[in-house]
């Protein structure tokens, strides 16, 4: 993997906070508003790390020596370290609205409006420098870390990860998920003797569930809608999606279909974790 330096910067407002979190949610070691003075150091530093990918946050709040970024950052690549500039612009009107929604205080410490003006006067050398400037005046979360990803030249389906996790409704739903599927419907391999001490990971189980007709087409139509659903989540900036399949006591048929819906899912190119929370209660 070949080394990654990105310096994030832009108007107070734009959006650089959160930007920087998606960098971390893309794999990126992030360091929010380093001095000036250390940044040739830290360049040389990341450079010899095991930092493969390594993004710096810079704004206004570095004060007057932010002028001198620029002439910082041709020293760097003179001295063979590349990197990318990465600038986040907005509409006044976007920046000013943001504050007053937020009801934070300007870096400038000053009316807002002429905060704006005047913070836009000393970065415009920095934006003239930017290797990308995103205007994030209407952009959501989502739209940006999209803007973001084809910055990186990244595969979105890389992002998100998925965990599919079964469960017992007698225990409660799974405080972290995002998708609950009841399956209690499904005939209850529990009232069968010869299969209670199972558990759906079990051969005999998995056998006795694929005979009902109904458990194959609830498979087939679940399965095809959580794959359309993906992407969708994708899109709106998800980096973790979990899935939960709950029965009765969490040991036959939500096992199994947790594990029938991961082992499908492990070709989408996302990550997937599987968890059984309640087969050994």
Excluded: W
């Amino acid at each position: 993997m070949a080394r990654k330096f990105f310096i994030i910067t832009g108007i107070s407002g734009a959006g650089k906070s959160q930007a920087l979190k998606c960098f971390e949610d893309f794999g990126y070691f992030c360091v929010d508003n380093m001095p000036l003075e250390l940044i040739d150091r830290f360049a040389k530093l990341s450079s010899a790390s095991i930092h493969k990918r390594v993004a710096l946050g810079m704004d206004i709040r570095e004060g007057k020596t932010l002028t001198r970024l620029p002439d910082l950052l041709r020293g760097l690549r003179a001295k063979g370290i590349d990197y990318r500039v990465l600038f986040l612009d907005a509409s006044n009107a976007a920046v000013i609205h943001r504050f007053s929604e937020t009801r934070h205080r300007h870096p400038l410490g000053i009316k807002i409006e002429e905060a704006v003006r005047e913070e836009r006067e000393r970065l415009l050398p920095i934006k003239e420098i930017a290797d990308k400037v995103i205007d994030t005046s209407d952009m959501t979360l989502g739209e940006l870390k999209e803007a973001l990803s084809r910055t990186l030249e990244l595969t979105r389906t890389k992002e998100m990860t998925l965990s599919v996790v079964s469960f017992g409704y007698k225990f409660g739903i799974p405080m972290d998920a995002d998708i609950v599927m009841d399956v209690r419907f499904l005939p209850n391999p529990n009232y069968v003797a010869s299969m209670k001490k199972l558990t759906g990971l079990n051969a005999r189980v998995q056998r006795y569930i694929l005979k009902q007709p109904a458990a194959r087409r609830f498979l087939e139509e679940y399965l095809r809608l959580i794959e359309s659903l993906l992407p969708q989540y994708v899109r709106e900036g998800k980096s973790y999606l979990t899935i939960a399949i709950g029965c009765t006591g969490g040991h036959h048929r939500s096992v199994f279909i947790a594990r029938y819906l991961a082992e499908k899912l492990r070709g989408s190119g996302h990550p997937i974790m599987e968890f059984h929370r309640d087969i050994d209660r």
